[in-house]
């Protein structure tokens, strides 16, 4: 998995009502005991604390400091360093998860099969999986690049993955479809090589309040990102 920055976590931190909406496609199906791959510095550990444990797994020990700094003092959060892609974070499975969800991290991950296999382990028999990935490898560009993307999905990719690893897929969607415009215009004609804080401010701020009642009254065909909900099959 290639470095991000806590620089780059904390543009994010600000899309408050952006992180809200994609959380919200998935929180009926966030159990009690969650794993969080690639917690960052807890743009979304935040949204976990009705849970009664959140194991927050992640490769950076700079951002693991900042969430011990916020979550640290409350024993209903474990923090532990490492590569889920590693065969060492299977020892997670004592904290007998009933949920794992990983927000725009497997593309991070060279080994996808091997990071999905683990996470099956980790988690009890029948546990749910929450996945949002980018999609869409028609747009990957300079920015996928610079955040250390291995690659965007189609949802024919991603489907294929989640089987092959053990699970079974109960729901998949597009999310996002005005984003691939923005996506494109920076990655692939500017070739930027960061996000801008400016229009992820913007865009959380006038587009996403109405956008997420519009992609909820009539779902997009295609979309920025994909999101899905599986679960591990009971043998």
């Not at 794993?35 to 807890?42: F, K, P, R, S």
């Not at 979550?71 to 889920?84: A, C, K």
């Not at 560009?141 to 993307?149: F, I, S």
């Amino acid at each position: 998995m290639t470095d991000i920055t806590v620089s780059d976590l904390q543009i994010m931190s600000q899309a408050g009502h952006y992180r809200r909406w994609l959380f919200d496609q998935v929180a009926d199906h966030v159990g009690q005991r969650v794993l969080e791959v690639g917690a960052g510095i807890g743009n979304y550990t935040e949204l976990l604390t009705a849970a009664e444990r959140v194991v927050c797994l992640d490769i950076h020990g700079e951002a693991l400091d900042v969430l011990a700094q916020r979550f640290g003092g409350d024993p209903r959060f474990v923090l532990y360093r490492g590569d889920i892609a590693d065969a060492d974070c299977r020892t997670l499975v004592e904290h007998r998860c009933d949920s794992a969800i990983c927000f725009n991290v497997l593309e991070h991950v060279g080994d996808q099969m091997a990071a999905l296999a683990n996470i099956a382990h980790i988690l009890v028999p029948g546990g749910r999986l929450l996945l949002i990935v980018p999609a869409l490898p028609g747009i990957f560009g300079t920015v996928d690049r610079a955040l250390g993307h291995y690659r965007r999905y189609t949802a024919r990719s991603l489907r294929s993955a989640v089987v092959a690893a053990g699970y079974a897929i109960d729901r998949m969607k597009w999310l996002n479809f005005p984003g691939i415009f923005g996506w494109y215009l920076n990655n692939r004609l500017l070739k930027r090589t960061e996000e801008s804080p400016g229009q992820i401010h913007f865009y959380d701020r006038f587009i996403v309040p109405w956008l997420r009642y519009v992609e909820r009254v009539l779902p997009p065909p295609v979309g920025l990102s994909l999101i899905c909900s599986c679960r591990t099959i009971i043998s």
